[in-house]
């Protein structure tokens, strides 16, 4: 027998919207739980991403909609999180391949992509990360394991090394400290395939890969090789970075793989004795992209950062609080949400109208 207070909550909650998809947490089934006792309502909201950008808010709505039915007393929001493969996951295991790439290089392309996986990987998500910058591989540095060695499992594949709760591959764990690497094209394409398919990456929710700048070998191997679901552009504000961060957007556009947003690095700069504020290389410059092209945000230059990637612990885990550190951790939760959107839009119309509630 059905239970009025029930059904009356689950009314409520089909009145709640997801913030970025526009449609109810009922039908796209992100409802995992719904029960009420003595008044007070539990709700358990399965987000579509441990690293979603607007839980409080809809924290909050789920509470103001469950808490207008008459009878409820008190609500219970908990929540879990399941990010969903698209119908064809980009390698066994892994649902996302998120590229990490710029125009130029000295943009901080790397320190992005690093603080990406981190902050991802400290909000819950599964998270590998490559280095795919054969030429100028810093990630094994950066994650405070310059020194180790890749090995091969019992499979004989390459076994992923393990820092701050990401898997990563950086040719700097291959090949000698400090030894040039002299690859044409063909060795950079067998690399890349080798980091791709021969690495044990296990279940990742997100596989992030830091590309070597530019438009050259690398990405055209990796767009061939694996399903992308979307590419990141680093730059910096000032024209000679957007210029060529313009040349990498339309690489991608032409290997049909969407940009799924922008972040400006080096933003601005904040005075730590006086607290005034500098646009050191014109701030907001990203804009000139393209409305079509979402901000994911802007990174101020902090020192913290350059000195947190020389320590190897990635900024956004080493001073979270930080100015520089809390955009990082915004950006990867922005970029979560946009994966998101695009998995869920690709879907929604094979969801169910209706959950069944346990």
Same mark, same amino acid.
């Given at each position: 027998?059905?239970?009025?207070?029930?059904?009356?909550?689950?009314?409520?909650?089909?009145?709640?919207?997801?913030?970025?998809?526009?449609?109810?947490?009922?039908?796209?089934?992100?409802? /995992?739980?719904?029960?009420?006792?003595?008044?007070?309502?539990?709700?358990?909201?399965?987000?579509?991403?441990?690293?979603?950008?607007?839980?409080?808010?809809?924290?909050?709505?789920?509470?103001?909609?469950?808490?207008?039915?008459?009878?409820?007393?008190?609500?219970?929001?908990?929540?879990?999180?399941?990010?969903?493969?698209?119908?064809?996951?980009?390698? +066994?295991?892994?649902?996302?391949?998120?590229?990490?790439?710029?125009?130029?290089?000295?943009?901080?392309?790397?320190?992005?992509?690093?603080?990406?996986?981190?902050?991802?990987?400290?909000?819950?998500?599964?998270?590998?990360?490559?280095?795919?910058?054969?030429?100028?591989?810093?990630?094994?540095?950066?994650?405070?394991?310059?020194?180790?060695?890749?090995?091969?499992?019992? /499979?004989?594949?390459? =076994?992923?090394?393990?820092?701050?709760?990401?898997?990563?591959?950086?040719?700097?764990?291959?090949?000698?400290?400090?030894?040039?690497?002299?690859?044409?094209?063909?060795?950079?394409?067998?690399?890349?395939?080798?980091?791709?398919?021969?690495?044990?990456?296990?279940?990742?929710?997100?596989?992030?890969?830091?590309?070597? +700048?530019?438009?050259?070998?690398? =990405?055209?191997? $990796?767009? =061939?090789?694996?399903?992308?679901?979307?590419?990141?552009?680093?730059?910096? +504000?000032?024209?000679?970075?957007?210029?060529?961060?313009?040349?990498?957007?339309?690489?991608?556009?032409?290997?049909?793989?969407?940009?799924?947003?922008?972040?400006?690095?080096?933003?601005?700069?904040?005075?730590?004795?006086?607290?005034?504020?500098?646009?050191?290389?014109?701030?907001?410059?990203?804009?000139?992209?393209?409305?079509?092209?979402?901000?994911?945000?802007?990174?101020?230059?902090?020192? /913290?950062?350059?000195?947190?990637?020389?320590?190897?612990?990635?900024?956004?885990?080493?001073?979270?609080?930080?100015?520089?550190?809390?955009?990082?951790?915004?950006?990867?939760?922005?970029?979560?949400?946009?994966?998101?959107?695009?998995?869920?839009?690709?879907? $929604?119309?094979?969801?169910?109208?209706?959950?069944?509630?346990?």
């Amino acid at each position: 027998m059905r239970d009025p207070a029930l059904d009356a909550v689950m009314d409520a909650l089909k009145t709640v919207n997801d913030p970025e998809l526009h449609r109810d947490l009922v039908s796209l089934g992100m409802i /995992e739980r719904a029960e009420v006792s003595g008044g007070v309502a539990a709700v358990k909201v399965n987000l579509t991403t441990p690293a979603c950008p607007l839980k409080g808010k809809i924290e909050g709505d789920v509470r103001e909609a469950v808490m207008a039915v008459p009878g409820i007393t008190d609500v219970v929001v908990t929540f879990g999180a399941m990010v969903r493969a698209p119908a064809q996951p980009a390698l +066994p295991g892994v649902k996302h391949v998120l590229l990490v790439g710029s125009g130029k290089g000295g943009v901080g392309k790397s320190s992005v992509a690093v603080n990406i996986a981190a902050a991802l990987a400290r909000d819950g998500a599964k998270v590998g990360l490559l280095d795919a910058d054969v030429y100028g591989p810093s990630v094994a540095h950066m994650m405070g394991q310059g020194a180790a060695k890749v090995t091969a499992n019992a /499979e004989r594949k390459m =076994q992923p090394i393990e820092a701050h709760g990401v898997r990563f591959i950086s040719m700097a764990n291959l090949s000698p400290a400090g030894q040039a690497l002299v690859w044409r094209g063909p060795m950079l394409h067998s690399a890349v395939q080798q980091f791709l398919k021969d690495a044990a990456w296990g279940d990742l929710d997100y596989l992030i890969v830091d590309l070597p +700048p530019g438009t050259g070998d690398v =990405q055209l191997s $990796l767009t =061939q090789t694996v399903q992308v679901t979307g590419a990141v552009i680093v730059t910096t +504000p000032q024209d000679v970075a957007l210029i060529d961060a313009a040349r990498a957007i339309d690489m991608f556009r032409k290997a049909s793989v969407p940009v799924l947003g922008i972040v400006e690095n080096m933003s601005y700069f904040v005075a730590p004795d006086t607290g005034l504020t500098y646009d050191l290389f014109g701030r907001g410059g990203s804009r000139k992209l393209g409305a079509e092209h979402l901000l994911l945000g802007e990174v101020p230059i902090d020192i /913290e950062v350059r000195q947190d990637a020389d320590a190897g612990v990635p900024a956004v885990l080493a001073h979270p609080d930080s100015a520089a550190a809390a955009a990082l951790i915004q950006i990867a939760r922005n970029l979560a949400g946009q994966v998101s959107v695009r998995s869920l839009a690709q879907s $929604l119309a094979d969801l169910p109208d209706q959950l069944t509630v346990v």
